[in-house]
């Protein structure tokens, strides 16, 4: 069974940072590019950052490419988000996904097939 499982996540205050880990299993997971999604309390699903599956591209929302960083790990099948200097809007719950179609990556949450439960973050001000 094809299953991501994100971890990381917790109570951080504001300017801390946190790592999360989206752990992959039962597919084949160096063909898949991997995005990271945030829901907020109250509102709607939004991309934030994703990493090709060749590890050559990356792309992130406009309020987070100065503080996130995304990376993976194909030997151990995970993929890493970096958060610094973590603000109180960063709380939500954070998922990751993946997706077999693309070469490169893309923050449209309708093209991901495979979801992770998601990990909450909360950051007190």
């Known amino acids: 069974e094809a299953q991501l499982v994100e971890s990381g996540g917790g109570l951080v205050q504001a300017g801390g940072s946190l790592r999360l880990s989206c752990a992959a299993s039962g597919f084949a997971f160096d063909d898949y590019a991997i995005g990271w999604f945030l829901q907020a309390p109250g509102k709607g699903r939004e991309g934030i950052s994703c990493?090709?599956?060749?590890?050559?591209?990356?792309s992130y929302a406009d309020s987070k490419k100065a503080r996130f960083t995304i990376s993976r790990d194909n030997a151990n099948n995970t993929v890493y988000l970096q958060m610094n200097n973590l603000k109180s809007d960063d709380t939500a719950v954070y998922y990751c996904a993946a997706d077999p179609r693309r070469r490169k990556c893309t923050l449209r949450e309708e093209v991901y097939d495979i979801w992770g439960k998601g990990t909450q973050v909360t950051v007190s001000s």
């Open positions: 990493i090709s599956r060749g590890d050559d591209f990356t």
